[in-house]
């Protein structure tokens, strides 16, 4: 018997592309209830929170902008940009990027892709796409929303820079712009971890909340007094290194900074996710991940990733310390208070003066003489000086200062009672809250040669 | 003479650590043939369909499918298509959706297709229904059709009549029927031999990662040996003195309680057309007859209860009733 193997017949298939691979996995996406529900919230909540705490008394002072909320429409989308790096963006990360991998394991469905496609590694790019497009949008949501929301309640009103400057709205709408752009890169950081713990862990809840577990333990580890190059090498710290947009010059050091490591932290955590998933046994069908491999495949380069990162900072900026020191404070609050002063003599409709004019300086003490002056807490309480042009008479303002070791601080003020000392000023068109008495500024933990 | 042959296996040899999970396993499977995998649990067959999708590769032994030798994972035609381990398919999206997101990655077919095959597998009034309120059997053929999308030469299908109702299954046999009509081969694991009965043109036979049989259904049938027959008649007493006097044949015991009216007996059909004689000549009248397992299934326990003899304790009552030898 002469056995032959037939002639190829014609086929209608055709080898798959990374564009139908792609849309595929969009659809399905899309098609969970889950994502349209997170995509209908980011469209709504934002502009229905800041259009109703606007409307509040009380105020989120607690995060940047939070007190200026109902003076300025553009103060809602930072206040929202503050809630998105602390805890939101890791979570709606969690959702859409650390799952996308496991939801196969859960439908039981890998071996069925695998052969439709037959290519681990279009698959990986395809869903990783999806992914990314799928948290932009979000993102693009969130940004339209709280933006939206806070002008169409508030109104398109100046609002002052972290040192005090004034920003007018086309200022300001750059700076918003731009500050949302900011929170790509962290967001495509925690994104890449998302991958990492969905295709390393399966579906292991831990898997699908590893961008959040991690959002929680470096909020933790910032929290703490660890020094300014560790600080900026975490991905976390890109979250608010929009905040060096907000002063004039910018502050760009530790974004730049923020954003190369959470490029860096998107790229391995990526690949590492990559590596793992083009060596998995697709024919295991009890494969539910693993605990160790995580650890050594997906934990261990990350780590060394900052490690590395933070001896390549500490090296080029020398920040081994807390980047909090006193001549940097004095001139952040000086600065701040000149602005702001100018702010509220006009306010009142006074003499004009400029901020440099007023010749202001600040003279800054930590809890006494036994304390050395550098470093975060509630416990700094500095004087500031100025002197009224035309007069030889220069005035004081007593501050308490609560510095957070990421570098921003709440300047309250605590006298005399006609400059700081009382919530409100008497202004001819009436009542208005008063800039000097409570306001938010910023240190570069970075630059060593403060700035006046 | 010529034929044409759409897998051949020589030696396959597949492990998952220190299991073997296919040893030098040999297949030929000629284009068109609709061919049967059958075998206990864990003998293998979803590991061999899995290296049939390519889905996983042979760690010895070669493989050839449609022509092609099939060296590394996913490396198996585009024109082979089918599922394992159930048909996959994804609860959030229609079941239009599905198969038309499958239709564009392939570039197979388009919106027509697969309303055409959702009507060949008779889900045309469910199109727009979302796959997580269907049952297994509406699934199973979802999956079929999915399979079927782009016309592909080799079919490979792992239980595909699990969870369907007499009608369906009758459906999907019409259309695997068809497919083999148009030179698709079909290779499908089944349970069920008569399912495989009323579909196969061969069989293979695995047991413990080995072949144990490959061939005609007619061929495995002769395999089982002597059968076990059930009778049932108007005097058992009687009819089981007559029996136990019959030549050739045996009375099998261990049968259970409540079918104590019943004869069970154990030899050539020859034997058991005497004994029916000889029941009916004795004014007996007979009732009920037929064998205790259909001989296909016979042929199953007997090959593999072989396969797992040779591996393991002898216990030669697990699938058969204990016979007594024949008095006089």
């Known amino acids: 018997m002469t056995t032959t193997v037939t002639a190829a017949a014609p086929s209608r298939m055709r080898p798959v592309v990374l564009r139908d691979c792609y849309r595929f996995e969009l659809l399905k996406l899309i098609a969970q209830w889950r994502v349209r529900l ?128 004034p920003m007018d709205s086309g200022e300001l709408t750059r700076t918003v712009l731009l500050a949302w752009l900011s929170i790509v890169p962290p967001t495509l950081a925690f994104a890449g971890v998302g991958l990492l713990g969905s295709v390393a862990l399966g579906r292991s809840p831990l898997g699908l909340l590893m961008p959040v577990v991690l959002a929680l333990a470096l909020s933790g580890l910032a929290l703490m007094p660890v020094p300014v190059a560790l600080r900026l090498a975490l991905p976390t710290n890109a979250f608010i290194g929009y905040r060096g947009l907000l002063t004039t010059p910018g502050q760009f050091g530790p974004l730049w900074i923020g954003t190369a490591v959470s490029l860096a932290w998107a790229g391995l955590a990526t690949l590492l996710a990559y590596r793992i998933f083009v060596r998995r046994d697709f024919t295991d069908l009890a494969h539910d991940g693993s605990g160790l491999r995580f650890a050594v495949a997906g ?40 602005h702001l002063y100018v702010r509220q003599t006009n306010q009142l409709h006074r003499p004009a003066v400029t901020k440099e004019q007023l010749k202001t300086t600040a003279r800054c003490d930590k809890a006494g003489d036994r304390v050395e002056d550098v470093g975060p807490g509630a416990d700094w309480r500095c004087v500031v000086t100025w002197t009224l042009p035309g007069t030889r008479a220069t005035g004081n303002a007593i501050y308490q200062l609560d510095v957070a070791a990421d570098g921003r601080y709440v300047a309250d003020g605590d006298g005399p009672k006609e400059v700081n000392g009382y919530f409100q000023i008497h202004t001819p068109t009436g009542d208005a809250p008063n800039p000097l008495w409570q306001f938010d500024g910023f240190v570069d933990l970075l630059d060593d040669q403060p700035k006046e | 003479m010529q034929s044409t042959v759409a897998i051949r296996a020589h030696g396959v040899i597949k492990t998952f650590g220190d299991v073997i999970a296919l040893d030098g396993v040999d297949l030929d499977v000629p284009t068109g043939q609709i061919h049967g995998l059958v075998g206990p649990n864990g003998a293998g067959k979803t590991t061999l369909l899995g290296l049939l999708l390519g889905l996983a590769t042979a760690d010895g032994g070669r493989l050839e499918i449609l022509g092609t030798h099939v060296g590394r994972a996913l490396s198996v035609p585009a024109e082979v298509a089918g599922f394992v381990d159930g ?7 229609t079941a239009r959706q599905n198969l038309a997101t499958l239709a564009s990655l392939r570039g197979g077919a388009g919106a027509q297709s697969v309303d055409g095959l959702l009507e060949r597998v008779g889900l045309g009034e469910v199109a727009g229904d979302p796959v997580r309120g269907f049952s297994l059997g509406m699934r199973q053929r979802l999956g079929l059709a999915a399979a079927l999308l782009g016309e592909p030469r080799l079919l490979v299908l792992d239980e595909p009549a699990n969870g369907l109702d007499p009608a369906g299954k009758r459906q999907v046999h019409q259309i695997l029927a068809d497919l083999s ?148």
């Open chain 1, 38 to 165: 997170m995509f209908g919230a980011c469209l709504v909540a934002p502009a229905v929170y800041t259009a109703v705490i606007s409307r509040q008394t009380s105020l989120p002072a607690d995060a940047v902008y939070g007190r200026w909320m109902n003076q300025s429409g553009w103060a809602g989308s930072l206040v929202i940009l503050v809630f998105l790096g602390a805890f939101a963006l890791p979570l709606l990360t969690s959702l859409v990027a650390g799952d996308i991998f496991a939801t196969e394991d859960r439908l039981g469905t890998w071996r069925h892709l695998l052969v439709a496609v037959r290519s681990p590694r279009l698959i990986f790019v395809s869903k990783a796409l999806a992914a990314l497009t799928v948290i932009l949008a979000l993102l693009v949501a969130l940004a339209v929303s709280s933006t939206v929301g806070g002008l169409a309640s508030v109104g398109n009103h100046p609002l002052p820079g972290l040192d005090g400057h």
């Open chain 1, 299 to 338: 934990l261990v380069p990350l780590a060394a990733l900052t490690a590395a990162t933070t001896v390549a900072i500490a090296a080029t900026t020398g920040g081994t310390g807390s980047g909090i020191e006193r001549p940097k404070l004095e001139a952040a609050l000086a600065t701040s208070f000149s």
């Open chain 2, 87 to 93: 048909p996959g398919l994804y609860p959030m999206l």
């Open chain 2, 181 to 328: 009509d148009a030179g698709t081969t079909v290779v499908l694991s089944s349970h069920r031999m008569d399912d495989l009965a009323a579909l196969c043109d061969e069989v293979t036979l695995l047991s413990t990662g080995r072949v144990v049989f490959s061939g005609p259904l007619g061929k495995l049938a002769a395999e089982g040996g002597e059968l076990d027959y059930r009778l049932v008649t108007s005097d058992p007493e009687e009819a089981r003195r007559i029996a136990g006097s019959t030549p050739g044949l045996r009375r099998a015991t261990g049968q259970s309680r409540t079918d104590e009216n019943a004869l069970v007996v154990r030899g050539p059909e020859s034997a058991v057309d005497h004994l029916v004689v000889r029941l009916v000549g004795a004014g007996i009248s007979l009732r009920e007859l037929g064998p205790v397992v259909p001989p296909l299934e016979a042929a199953f326990l007997a090959l593999t209860a072989t396969e797992a003899d040779s591996d393991s304790d002898p216990d030669p009552e697990a699938s058969h009733a204990r016979v007594e030898e024949p008095t006089r």
